[in-house]
């Protein structure tokens, strides 16, 4: 009897815990779901992955594979809106809770054309690199590979670096050795990439003054000026080649 009783508890509590999974999981799903209010005078706490921890007491480790649960539930082809932005946000989520352990999960994202959270592959990616010396070759492998990455998707991640070392900003990570090898990628870029000339050139001159009115970017505006410029592009082009040339 007494044996039965102890076989009966074990599989009570087996039972709970796999409830409070099942509750966790659902739970995590609603905070990856969440729209907030358009209202901005209604005061309202927006829900994260932290009040989870929280909540179950469950480690960081643990709430990253319950986001990478999430974001297998549902697929790349899902069309309710409401799944998509749980996934989209799940994986996202992983640039603060996820690891570098997180990274081949992400890759699978990243290198699938036709997903629609290929863009937050990329920002959780880069969230979880942001102190790493890895960071740069992960985004050199995105920024420069343009026949499988639109140019809108690379120069977000040239903003998203420059937005990584503006004091102030949201993205600031005040890490000095990592802003070097950020500023040091764009003086790099501003002398190879072919179309993404003026996003990095911009940067290039705002992580490293020295450079605006260097010879070294006369040259590589001049040697990757795209021809036949018209218009806005033209003008905008024009302006930077000016600058180049000014002395303050």
């Known amino acids: 009897m007494k044996k039965m009783m ?6 009570l509590c087996a039972t709970i815990l796999r409830g409070n999974d099942v509750e966790r999981l659902e739970e995590l799903e609603r905070i990856c779901a969440f729209v907030p209010c358009d209202d901005l005078t209604f005061p309202e706490v ?13 480690t960081t480790n643990q709430v990253a594979i319950d986001l990478k649960t999430i974001a297998t539930k549902y697929t790349s082809a899902e069309s309710d809106e409401r799944k998509r932005d749980a996934r989209s946000q799940a994986i996202s989520y992983l640039a603060t809770y996820g ?3 997180d990274l081949v999960f992400l890759s699978t994202i990243i290198t699938s054309r036709n997903d629609f959270a290929q863009s937050d592959a990329i920002g959780a990616s880069i969230g979880i690199l942001k102190h790493s010396p890895e960071l740069i070759d992960f985004v050199r492998g995105i920024v420069t590979n343009a026949d499988f990455y639109n140019v809108h998707m690379r120069g977000t991640i040239c903003v998203r670096l420059r937005k990584m070392c503006r004091n ?4 600031y990570i005040n890490d000095p050795v990592q802003e070097a090898r950020i500023a040091a990628f764009f003086i790099e870029q501003a002398g190879i990439n072919t179309d993404l000339v003026i996003t990095i050139d911009r940067r290039a001159c705002e992580l490293n003054p020295w450079y605006r009115h260097s010879q070294q970017r006369r040259d590589n505006l001049a040697r990757l000026r795209p021809p036949g410029l018209t218009g806005r592009p033209k003008e905008i082009y024009d302006a930077a080649q000016r600058d180049a040339v000014q002395e303050d």
């Open 99 to 101: 690891s570098t352990n």
């Open 46 to 58: 927006v829900p994260t992955p932290a009040d989870i921890i929280s909540k179950y007491h469950v």
């Open 168 to 171: 102030g900003h949201g993205m």
């Open 6 to 11: 102890t076989t009966i508890t074990v599989v």
